[in-house]
């Protein structure tokens, strides 16, 4: 019946209220903290392309994601950082920070815990 997977989710459910507890990140900031996962060093664009989000709310994000909250200037929640594409200075690609990669660890230890209890 798939009860896996529904462990898996459960799993992940928990990370998502820890994480929310610490940061209040949001579902769509959580999403888009998962695009940069599955694919590190994206340009915004592309990222806005995987989640469906538009330009500014993905700017606002990336800040809060990043190392400067958006709206009141405190400190971000350090898990991305954005910089200058080394082929075009035009555009931003993203990239995880250390703190971002080890969230991204935590993530995958407890979806295996999850895996080997079922």
Known sequence: MGTSTFRKLFAITKILTDISDDMDMSIDQFKLY???VTAP???MKTLQDM???GSSS???????L???HWQNKKPGYGLI???ED???RRYKVVNLTAKGKALADRILQTLNGANAGA
């Open 34 to 36: 998962l695009a940069v």
């Open 41 to 43: 060093g994206s340009s």
């Open 51 to 53: 989640t469906g989000r």
């Open 58 to 64: 993905m700017s606002r994000d990336i800040a809060t």
């Open 66 to 68: 990043g190392a400067t």
């Open 81 to 83: 950082r954005a910089e």
């Open 86 to 88: 080394r082929m075009d």
